[in-house]
């Protein structure tokens, strides 16, 4: 099986570094022209799209904040002056802002649910309508897909991260209300559920002692590499995985499983 996505054109948000930055390179590779979205950091996501570019590949950095409506719209209008059209949008961007429940603040709530949540509301609407406007052109079977990075904590409670947990939860009943909404337009919605990756937002417990007490809790026995996410993000947002819809995909090494039952229970 190979995965093409020749002739597409994906923006993938929070691309900057992490999961995003991975994705964005795999689609790239798979022959995508890529948006990479950063919020903060310019440096990086220019660097991203130079390196695809030096490879042959299509790519742009695109600054904006996924929370505020207004970058929301002109990212995706962006990727149609740029390329004419949106075909795939991976809604990545996240962030944790961690306390126990009765320290934390309603802002520290708020912050979460507006970039995990709302953004990736915002974004996927302008991305529906957009795929709406240009109909099916010619370059997939869909009139366009829309990959949710949600979390393990979609359906794990997390103490201590009620924020995070909310919003991922939120995550998952959004992706699959807007998969039943929009199917019928040949708009496919799915959602990416990642156990513990390596990455910059929990370099805390993948590291040291603390990476041998997360490993308790990964049936399979090691740590995810952002390169397990990508690979499996590029075949769901590609013709490959055409009758997915509306579904997550785990990818954590079995942490959603119940571990601590392995011993039996
Ligand atoms: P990361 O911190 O490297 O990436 C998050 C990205 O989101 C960063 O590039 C950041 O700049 C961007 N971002 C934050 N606020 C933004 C905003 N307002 N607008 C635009 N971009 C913004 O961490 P990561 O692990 O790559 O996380 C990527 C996604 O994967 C997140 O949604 C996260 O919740 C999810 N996730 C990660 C793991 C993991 O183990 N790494 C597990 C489950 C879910």
């Known amino acids: 099986m190979s995965v093409s996505l020749t002739g597409q054109v994906a923006l993938v948000t929070g691309a900057s570094s992490g999961l995003g930055l991975g994705i964005a390179h795999a689609l790239a590779e798979a022959g995508a022209a890529v948006g990479i979205n950063y919020n903060a950091h310019a440096e990086p996501a220019e660097q991203a799209a130079a390196e695809i570019i030096a490879l042959g590949g299509r790519a742009r950095a695109l600054k904006g904040d ?87 904590h979609e359906v794990i409670p997390w103490a201590g991260h009620v924020n995070y947990a909310a919003s991922k939860g939120g995550v998952g009943m959004m992706m699959r209300t807007l998969a039943q909404e929009v199917a019928s337009d040949g708009i496919r919605v799915n959602g990416i559920a990642p156990g513990a990756i390596r990455t910059a937002i929990n370099k805390a417990e993948t590291e040291g002692e603390a990476a041998e007490r997360l490993l308790r809790l990964i049936p399979y026995g090691r740590i995810g590499e952002a390169a397990d996410v990508a690979k499996a993000a590029t075949w769901l947002v590609s013709d490959e995985s055409d009758y997915v819809v509306g579904t997550t995909l785990f990818i954590d090494g079995g942490m959603a499983l119940y571990p601590e039952f392995r011993g039996n229970g």
């Not at 974004?123 to 869909?142: L, N």
């Open 66 to 152: 996924v929370s505020h409506e207004p970058d929301a719209i002109a990212l995706v209008d962006a990727m149609v002056r740029e390329w004419g059209a949106l075909d795939i949008l991976v809604a990545n961007s996240g962030l944790q802002q961690d306390a126990p429940v009765a320290e934390m603040t309603l802002a520290q709530w708020d912050k979460v649910i507006a970039v995990n949540l709302t953004g990736q509301f915002l974004c996927a609407r302008e991305a529906i309508r957009q795929f709406r406007k240009q109909g099916r052109r010619g370059v997939s079977k869909a009139a366009g897909k829309i990959l949710c990075m949600s979390s393990v």
